[in-house]
């Protein structure tokens, strides 16, 4: 079973830029497909970005142009760099894993371990 530790959240100015790593242990995350989800206070937790196992990727037309998924099988982390953030992008992000497979998936549901969270602020 895949444990998931996600890193690189704070409070940042509207237009910067934040860097997310999310670090696995108890398996190779060269077995499994990745995303990105976030949840703000009061709503449900939405689709950010994916990777498949071989690189793929998919992101929410909310962060498209914005942000890059990749992954590093080497070192067992997968990434997200999220540029010109904005206070909408204010939430706890997680880093979810499900088994590998050629398609990309956006539901939480369809993943099946995850990380605790990270909280990432912009102030205007």
């Known amino acids: 079973q895949v444990q998931l530790v996600e890193s690189g959240g704070g409070l940042v100015q509207a237009g910067g830029s934040v860097r997310l790593s999310c670090v696995a242990s108890g398996g190779s995350l060269k077995n499994y497909n990745m995303g990105w989800f976030r949840q703000a206070p009061g709503k449900e937790r939405e689709f950010v970005a994916a990777i498949t196992y071989s690189g793929g990727t998919k992101y929410a037309d909310s962060v498209k142009g914005r942000a890059t998924i990749s992954r590093d099988n080497a070192k067992n982390t997968v990434l997200m760099q999220m540029n010109s953030v904005k206070p909408e992008d204010t939430a706890v992000y997680y880093c979810?894993?499900?088994?590998?497979?050629?398609?990309?998936?956006?539901?939480?549901?369809?993943?099946?371990?995850w990380g605790q969270g990270t909280q990432v602020t912009v102030s205007s």
């Open positions: 979810a894993a499900r088994s590998w497979s050629w398609r990309l998936y956006e539901k939480a549901v369809e993943y099946d371990y």
